[in-house]
């Protein structure tokens, strides 16, 4: 599977838009993007994953580029609760289906007032 | 509520004791998976389980053991072996069918002394 890069940290204002950028220059064809987030202490959340095309839900958005080199996750109006480690991992869409999940060490998002 | 429980959330252990932890689902999921995560660091895989009666080891397999009797039951047995066991252990799911995302645990976090 196709291994990520994303900034260690970033900070975001209150009601401002927080974009989070993942590098994945060695994706291939059949391999998804996806995104999870990690409140403190919790469990992983499942957020948004796309392919090809640009993916939006009512939680984020997911913009790819167009040689799906990289990626950026928009959270529109972050807020307080929004602060957590956010996670960009690519998967291949096997034949069988199955396809484990391998985590990097993600990006720890510090929303502020 | 559908979803995946974890017990107990916090579990101290002597060292040099084995100690089992718990994973059910009520998901209806075939893919099961164990995690560890230590203090600032990603998550990386231990084991994973695709069907009932079949496991296979991930990236730090060594001093850890599953069984996977039931599609419901995913548990990890923390043995003597593992040389630095204290860490906060999470459990995921999944349909294993392409394109899915997986369901996480709330972790557990043991702590050996």
């Known amino acids: 599977d196709a291994k990520t890069t994303q900034p260690p940290s970033m900070d975001c204002a209150e009601g401002r838009a927080a974009n989070l950028p993942c590098n994945h220059s060695t994706i291939s064809g059949n391999e998804y993007v996806y995104w999870y987030r990690q409140i403190h202490s919790q469990g992983p959340q499942y957020i948004i994953h796309g392919l090809k095309n640009n993916e939006t839900n009512e939680m984020a958005s997911l913009i790819i580029t167009e040689d799906r080199k990289s990626s950026t996750l928009i959270l529109p109006h972050a807020t307080l609760r929004d602060t957590a480690v956010y996670y960009c991992i690519v998967r291949v869409a096997r034949l069988t289906g199955f396809q484990k999940l391998v985590f990097g060490t993600g990006t720890r998002l510090l929303v502020s007032p | 509520d559908g979803g995946i429980t974890q017990s107990p959330k916090y579990l101290f252990r002597k060292e040099g004791q084995n100690v089992t932890l718990s994973c059910e689902q009520n998901l209806n999921h075939d893919a099961m998976y164990w995690y560890r995560q230590d203090p600032g660091q990603g998550l990386r895989l231990i084991y994973y389980s695709q069907i009932v009666n079949d496991f296979q080891k991930g990236d730090i397999a060594e001093g850890y053991s599953v069984s996977r009797e039931k599609k419901e039951s995913f548990p990890l047995t923390v043995t003597s072996a593992q040389k630095n066991p204290t860490a906060f252990y999470l459990c995921?799911?999944?349909?294993?069918?392409?394109?899915?995302?997986?369901?996480f645990g709330q972790g557990t976090r043991l702590t050996v002394v």
């Open positions: 995921a799911s999944s349909t294993g069918t392409v394109n899915t995302e997986a369901f």
